[in-house]
């Protein structure tokens, strides 16, 4: 059974290896707090406007019993563009289609499943458009360290 670290690392690689996907992100996909000119410069263009792109946050919340050593892991992806929403569509769809129900190519997680999705989302810190979609995925605890 995959632990979280090794769950965490196949879902960012899958995505980050995937050409369909990481085309319609010419601002990048971020692992940060958030998108900014500071925290992610790489998202704007030269005349720093936003750039479509993904910011991916992840949360672990245990189970409760009897599963003793098992976790949720909660990956959100949250998908910006200046204007409109065609890439944040595309880009939502493409998600679905790498990570729901795909547990088996993905570290062994026992299930990977949508839990939500909001599209055409306006953002107003960065004037952009915003879709935000999020998945579960139940995966073994790494074991405790031991002094």
Known sequence: MATITEITEAVTGLISNTTELTGLLPGGIHQQEEISRQETPAAFD???ELQPCLLIKT????LPRPHKRAARLIFS???YQRDGIGTINQVLDQLYALLHDNSD???????IRQGSEVR?????ALESSMGMATYEAIANQEPAAHP
């Not at 949360?59 to 245990?62: K, S, T």
């Open 46 to 48: 030269a005349d720093l």
């Open 59 to 62: 949360a672990v919340y245990p």
């Open 77 to 79: 992806f949250y998908v």
């Open 105 to 111: 190519d993905i570290c062994g997680a026992w299930q």
């Open 120 to 124: 055409d989302q306006k953002e107003p």
